[in-house]
């Protein structure tokens, strides 16, 4: 740390992202990415003539990319706000909305970039705990006149929380913020976007990371009214009115486009998802159920850390979190069929070096 940096930014506790070494060939399954390719139709822009003009800035507007993503939620253009990715679009709302007076609140278990922004803009945040079973406390969230933030399905545990759960945490007050963090809603559940019609309180946020196949073009939105949405505008061009490239407006519309590629993709996921939670069952791990392209695992005769380390020594990379309550869990992104029989073929070689 120099001695330049501001005093406010001394607290500031970095978010560790999945790692990415070059140092061998891994299976990734790390960062909940994927290796599957993006839709052909994002791989044809990209060798279109439109490349020839990005001498130009691009539409600090984004219409193209938020039309696309407007007609795809039956939304009007002007709710949906877009970002370089939605680690951004959240960056946007917490600058916006929070601060040490405007207190938030999220769960001890969750996306940890919520508590990183909180340090870094110096919010006030407060974790309200899951529950014993790991799932979201929506009591606790009704109560409590902060604004709230929720990752929904939940990440690392994989959970899912209905649209009329979260329903009760929006009407409980309508003088806070809800903010729903769908990054994972494609795997199988039900959005709660429709909400945003009924509701000026709600904020949807979504990636392109996950389920587009595009965690490399970092592209995400959120879907509000149409006054939050101008507040967001309005920061972005106070800001950085460019942060969306051309590049990534004309890839992200055409992947939003091409929803049927996307489907066949999702169930390949899906598929490959039930095969390995069935595979580890039968070695003896629990693995919670999942609404995501992630598991959460964890055995009764193998330390979480432990099969961590052995998975990489096998070439897997997969996500410990080293914090109490999960601290004999691991995270595994679902990726190929391929990847993930070869992540069951080494998880018996090391079950039975355990043995032995
Ligand atoms: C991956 C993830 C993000 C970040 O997505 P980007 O669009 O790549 O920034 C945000 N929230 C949750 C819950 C995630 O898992």
Redesign the pocket.
Known sequence: MSKFLLEKYKNMVAYIPGEQPKDRAYIKLN??ETSMKPSPKVLEVLKSSRMNGLGHYADPDAKELRTAIAELNDVAMNQVFVGN??????GFLFLAYFNEQSKICYPDI??G?YQVFAKTFGINGKQIPLKEDFTVDVDAYVKTNRHVIL?NPN?PTGYYLPVSEIERIVVSNPNRLVVI?E??IDYGNESCIPLTKKYDNLIV?H????SKNL?GA???YCIASEKLIEDLNGIKYSFNPYSMNDITIAIGTAAIKDTAYYKKCIQEIINNREYTKCELERYGFTVLDSATNFIFVTHPNLHAREYNAKLREHGILARYFDSERIQNYLRITIGTRQEMEQVIMVTSLILEELVA
């Open positions: 960062a909940n990715g939605s680690d951004e679009v959240l969750t996306y970039f990752a990440a963090d990054a994972y946020v990636t392109m990371s996950k965690a970092h592209i995400g």
